[in-house]
């Protein structure tokens, strides 16, 4: 368990400390398991404390992947023995994972993530909360929760409500993947970075001359990322986000889930990237989709903390349920991409189902998460 982080403290030249933590699961594309989240957890809140530690920087080992998201298919048999019932393993797993993306959302300190590779689900939610996100050519990014059963969580609600003209709401119905361009246009990114620039940038935190004062380290640290950017070999690859702007629009422009989803289902277009939205939507879970809808509309006005409240209680539903347990199955487990979903289309969804996904399991300071930030 030691060994799936990989933690190490890197001297300045002023006699300051850069933290470095690596997801330490190249064989499963770092995805974030239960023992991972509890050692990074426990490591990120000490460095916290520590008034050595200047900054964090996060990354994932080799070099396709810095996190393929949450480790799923651990969950797959808990929930498959208690389909119709609750599941602790599952409310135990998604009470951690947001737990940490909370603290990496409100961490003081500057902290970086190193977004290389494949960057999905529980992997977003840890690199959107970061104070200084990295893409690099290579970077793939994406939502694709509705492939199997589940919905845009670890803060979803918060990050993709926050996307500019409706592309939150695109992505995550569709699970479209995005690159680099595309992120820093969607607000999930800062800075672009080849990757053979790596090694180079660690080695220049290590010379700047941290201080005392956060405020001034973070400027400092933008200062140097904003000149690596500039520095970088690569050019920002063409967004498709960008490329289809007018069209996400024009679908988006609809005022519920079913004419929004016949709208992108409909449209003739020759576009290998939003071809590839469609189809994935098209077999994505109709209920997942649902949820998101709403998921999306309610989050508009709740705090991060609220966002992440609802989120564990529709995470605990899912795995009661068995749509998510089913589209694992299909998916990761079987390997038969077929899917058996528990409605044919977003017509004809019970309301009353979706209705029951948002009825709260607990109240005040009985849920799991009333730690996080104050309730309202």
Same mark, same amino acid.
Request: aromatic residues 10%.
């Given at each position: 368990?030691?060994?799936?982080v990989?933690?190490?403290?890197?001297?300045?030249?002023?006699?300051?400390?850069?933290?470095?933590?690596?997801?330490?699961?190249?064989?499963?594309?770092?995805?974030?398991?239960?023992?991972?989240?509890?050692?990074?957890?426990?490591?990120?809140?000490a460095?916290?404390?520590?008034?050595?530690?200047?900054?964090?920087? &996060?990354? *994932? =080992?080799?070099?396709? %992947?810095?996190c /393929?998201?949450?480790?799923?298919v651990?969950? +797959?048999?808990?929930m498959?023995?208690?389909?119709?019932?609750?599941?602790?393993?599952?409310?135990?797993?998604?009470?951690?994972?947001?737990?940490?993306?909370y603290?990496?959302?409100?961490?003081?300190?500057?902290?970086?993530?190193?977004?290389?590779?494949?960057?999905?689900?529980?992997?977003?939610g840890?690199m959107?909360?970061?104070?200084?996100?990295?893409?690099?050519?290579?970077?793939?990014?994406?939502?694709?929760?509705?492939?199997?059963?589940?919905?845009?969580?670890?803060?979803g609600?918060?990050?993709?409500?926050?996307?500019?003209?409706?592309?939150?709401?695109?992505?995550? &119905?569709? *699970? =479209?993947?995005?690159? %680099?361009?595309? /992120?820093?246009?969607?607000?999930?990114?800062? +800075?672009?970075?080849?990757?053979?620039?790596?090694?180079?940038?660690?080695e220049?935190?290590?010379?700047?001359?941290?201080?005392?004062?956060?405020?001034?380290?973070?400027?400092?640290?933008s200062?140097?990322?904003?000149?690596?950017?500039?520095?970088?070999?690569?050019k920002?690859?063409?967004?498709?986000?960008?490329?289809?702007?007018?069209?996400?629009?024009?679908?988006?422009?609809?005022?519920?889930?079913?004419?929004?989803?016949?709208?992108i289902?409909?449209?003739?277009?020759?576009?290998?990237?939003f071809?590839?939205a469609?189809?994935?939507?098209?077999?994505?879970?109709?209920?997942?989709?649902?949820?998101?809808?709403?998921?999306?509309?309610?989050?508009?006005?709740?705090?991060?903390?609220?966002?992440?409240?609802?989120?564990?209680n529709?995470s605990?539903?899912?795995?009661?349920?068995?749509?998510?347990?089913?589209?694992?199955?299909a998916?990761?487990?079987?390997?038969?991409?077929?899917?058996?979903?528990?409605?044919d289309?977003?017509?004809?969804?019970?309301?009353?189902?979706?209705?029951?996904?948002?009825?709260?399991?607990?109240?005040?300071?009985?849920?799991?998460?009333?730690?996080?930030?104050?309730?309202?």
């Amino acid at each position: 368990m030691n060994n799936v982080v990989l933690f190490q403290e890197l001297l300045c030249d002023n006699g300051k400390k850069i933290a470095v933590a690596t997801l330490n699961s190249e064989r499963s594309l770092n995805a974030l398991s239960g023992d991972m989240i509890d050692v990074l957890y426990l490591q990120l809140e000490a460095w916290h404390q520590n008034d050595e530690i200047s900054v964090v920087f &996060l990354q *994932g =080992a080799g070099e396709k %992947a810095f996190c /393929a998201g949450g480790d799923v298919v651990h969950l +797959y048999k808990e929930m498959q023995s208690h389909v119709g019932d609750y599941a602790p393993e599952v409310e135990n797993y998604f009470t951690k994972e947001y737990k940490l993306d909370y603290l990496i959302h409100t961490f003081n300190k500057p902290f970086i993530v190193w977004g290389n590779g494949i960057v999905m689900g529980g992997g977003l939610g840890m690199m959107v909360g970061a104070s200084h996100r990295v893409v690099t050519e290579s970077s793939r990014i994406a939502m694709p929760e509705i492939s199997i059963g589940l919905y845009p969580d670890v803060g979803g609600t918060w990050f993709l409500n926050r996307m500019p003209d409706n592309c939150g709401l695109f992505l995550g &119905l569709t *699970g =479209a993947s995005i690159n %680099a361009a595309d /992120a820093k246009y969607t607000g999930l990114a800062d +800075y672009f970075i080849t990757s053979d620039k790596k090694e180079n940038f660690i080695e220049q935190l290590t010379q700047i001359n941290w201080g005392d004062t956060i405020a001034l380290n973070h400027d400092k640290l933008s200062a140097l990322m904003h000149d690596s950017e500039l520095h970088s070999n690569a050019k920002l690859p063409v967004s498709h986000v960008c490329a289809q702007k007018a069209l996400i629009e024009h679908v988006m422009s609809h005022d519920n889930i079913t004419d929004t989803v016949e709208a992108i289902l409909s449209v003739e277009v020759e576009d290998k990237w939003f071809n590839k939205a469609q189809k994935s939507l098209k077999h994505g879970s109709a209920l997942s989709g649902h949820i998101f809808y709403r998921q999306i509309i309610q989050g508009q006005s709740l705090t991060l903390a609220d966002c992440f409240r609802m989120e564990l209680n529709l995470s605990v539903k899912c795995g009661q349920y068995g749509e998510f347990v089913e589209g694992i199955r299909a998916l990761l487990i079987d390997k038969d991409f077929k899917p058996q979903w528990k409605f044919d289309s977003v017509k004809v969804v019970d309301a009353e189902v979706i209705d029951w996904f948002f009825e709260s399991k607990w109240t005040g300071t009985a849920h799991p998460l009333a730690c996080l930030g104050s309730l309202e």
